[in-house]
């Protein structure tokens, strides 16, 4: 079984602040794992995936986080937040695409709302 | 990245009429597409999982029968609500991918719709 824990609820910083939304994971077999950001009104995007290459993952908007076996970790981190980000961020595990015939079911953490404060 | 739409973006209905949502991919071909539902202030919650020409695999727990799935092309799935009740009420949103690959081992992105926004009275 698979799951993803998503430790804040809400986490407010300041502009020019970094950013740390914390996600630990749960799973049976090799994860992927994915950061998604939901803006109101617009689909969920894509931040970064970790799919069993580089621990140290990259996205996009200045975004990264790092997979970390021994703390079945995830976390989400930014040097320095914008205004722009401001939105909810949904940790997310599947199971790698080494299986044959596996449909690769998202599963989504219950997401933490950041709020950037002028 | 590729896009995938919705219509509509929100429908307001009254109790015991059906609703079709229609999710669509427009640069791609979905040979997968996915349906969640939202409620407020949660997470996604996987409902089904169709793929092109065949019958969709429901989770546990969604009645087939109320929510009708059709993946009759690689670009087009429906949702249809089926006598809708207020506890129906809720965010719906669609994801879609292109499965060609999956058994080499590379993993395609799922592309999410911007949601459609259910309220039955």
């Known amino acids: 079984a698979q799951s993803v824990t998503q430790l804040d609820s809400h986490v407010s910083v300041s502009e020019g602040t970094p950013v740390l939304l914390r996600c630990n994971y749960s799973?049976?077999?090799?994860?992927?794992l994915f950061w998604y950001v939901q803006h109101p009104n617009k689909g969920l995007q894509l931040l970064l995936k970790y799919t069993s290459a580089a621990t140290l993952v990259k996205g996009i908007n200045g975004f990264e986080a790092e997979f970390k076996k021994s703390e079945t970790s995830f976390h989400l981190t930014k040097p320095s937040a914008h205004m722009s980000d401001a939105a909810e961020y949904f940790c997310?595990?599947?199971?790698?695409?080494?299986?044959?015939?596996?449909?690769?079911?998202?599963?989504f953490g219950t997401g933490t709302l950041l709020a950037v404060q002028p | 990245g590729a896009v995938v739409s919705q219509h509509p973006s929100w429908v307001i209905c009254k109790s015991g009429t059906s609703v079709k949502i229609e999710c669509r991919s427009l640069d791609f071909q979905a040979t997968t597409m996915f349906w969640y539902r939202q409620f407020p202030k949660q997470s996604l919650m996987l409902m089904a999982t169709?793929?092109?020409?065949?019958?969709?695999?429901?989770e546990q727990g969604v009645e087939k029968d109320k929510f009708l799935i059709n993946h009759a092309s690689l670009t087009l799935s429906t949702l249809t609500v089926t006598s809708a009740h207020p506890e129906d009420s809720s965010f719906y949103i669609c994801?879609?991918?292109?499965?060609?690959?999956?058994?080499?081992?590379?993993?395609?992105?799922?592309?999410f719709g911007p949601g459609t926004r259910l309220t039955v009275l």
């Open positions: 997310v595990v599947s199971r790698l695409p080494n299986y044959g015939g596996a449909t690769n079911k998202l599963i």
């Open positions: 994801s879609a991918r292109d499965s060609f690959g999956d058994l080499a081992g590379t993993y395609n992105e799922q592309f």
């Open positions: 799973s049976s077999y090799s994860p992927s």
């Open positions: 169709s793929n092109e020409g065949s019958k969709a695999t429901y």
